[in-house]
């Protein structure tokens, strides 16, 4: 439940009423200012209906600039409201809007200071870890990834057709991975050289296992987000799936082990396309779509062809695997 405040001209005020009652809002008020030309109208909305409000505001609001609509949390309202039992039952909706979605998603996208620093202490705790065979220095590096913005901003892109918001996650994505696989050489060049530990040999390799997990944590992601339940495990499901790989490609490669840096790089490949494609799917299936039809019509081409390539890739890579390992499919 949210609070939606639009700060408009008061000719508004009948037609702000009037989608207040057609869509049965739970509470709604307004304030006029001492002139009477402008209005605070505040509405009461529920996680069901907030999406088609939105959507009505904004084509109502988009022809003046100075038009205000924000969305405000609500801790709790008492006393309680009856539950909509139709409503409770919708299936395939998210919880959170479009716009809410946006505000959250994008700064994950974001290549700024913070997300590089926080990508190069990471690489540094799990080449550690994993030189080390420290399971527990592992797990404290994937609290501290920030892998999971950037993936999910590129999913949520996709199902938007936003190709700005796409071009800068794929951009920080790229970035991060760059920092991590340059920085896991570095260490592997500077570290003595010796036998591989069991916490690298097991991310040169890939089975089905993994497959499933990085498919998992994708789709746990978006989940979290859209449900809007906290989204701190799954990040760091999605770091396990993506941080581990890239540190282990890079130091095995500085080491000069060729043939198991050829195993981190397919797991890793495997664990990108994996996490986007499922990630891309859950968003397809919460109904997150643009607000116009033009729009619409640009995000469901743009969406069929990236979920097609995500497929085929995984496929391709399925196939690699298969061949690599000799797996019984």
Do not use: C
Not at 65 to 85: G, K, T, Y
Not at 233 to 248: E, S, Y
Not at 272 to 288: D, E, H, P, R
């Amino acid at each position: 439940m949210k609070l939606i405040e639009v700060i408009a001209d008061s000719g508004h005020l009948d037609t702000l009423s009037g989608l207040a009652e057609q869509h049965n809002l739970l509470a709604h008020w307004h304030n006029l200012t001492d002139d009477g030309t402008r209005t605070s109208f505040r509405m009461l909305v529920d996680d069901e209906t907030r999406q088609p409000v939105l959507d009505t505001l904004q084509s109502l609001l988009a022809s003046n600039s100075n038009d205000r609509i924000v969305v405000m949390p609500v801790e709790a309202v008492l006393p309680r409201p009856q539950q909509n039992e139709k409503k409770s039952s919708a299936q395939g909706s998210s919880k959170s809007t479009r716009e809410e979605l946006y505000n959250q998603i994008e700064k994950g996208a974001r290549l700024d200071f913070n997300f590089l620093i926080l990508t190069f202490l990471s690489t540094i705790v799990v080449a550690i870890g994993l030189l080390e065979d420290n399971v527990a220095v592992i797990i404290g590096a994937m609290v501290i990834a920030p892998l999971l913005g950037p993936n999910i901003a590129l999913a949520f892109a996709t199902a938007l057709g936003d190709t700005k918001l796409m071009f800068a996650a794929l951009k920080t994505n790229l970035a991060g991975v760059a920092i991590a696989l340059l920085l896991s050489m570095f260490i592997g060049w500077l570290w003595p050289p010796g036998d591989l530990g069991p916490e690298i040999l097991s991310r040169t390799d890939v089975s089905i296992s993994g497959i499933v997990l990085a498919l998992a944590a994708g789709a746990a992601a978006v989940l979290s987000l859209t449900s809007g339940t906290a989204s701190t495990l799954v990040g760091v499901m999605v770091a396990v799936a993506l941080l581990p790989p890239t540190a282990t490609l890079g130091m095995v490669l500085a080491m000069g082990h060729y043939e198991q840096a050829a195993g981190a790089a397919l797991l890793l490949a495997v664990n990108v396309v994996s996490v986007n494609l499922s990630a891309s799917m859950v968003f397809l299936l919460k109904g997150i779509r643009p607000r116009t039809w033009l729009e619409k019509t640009k995000a469901r081409q743009s969406s069929a062809w990236l979920v097609v390539f995500w497929t085929i890739s995984l496929l391709l890579l399925f196939y690699a695997v298969y061949i690599r390992n000799g797996l019984d499919i």
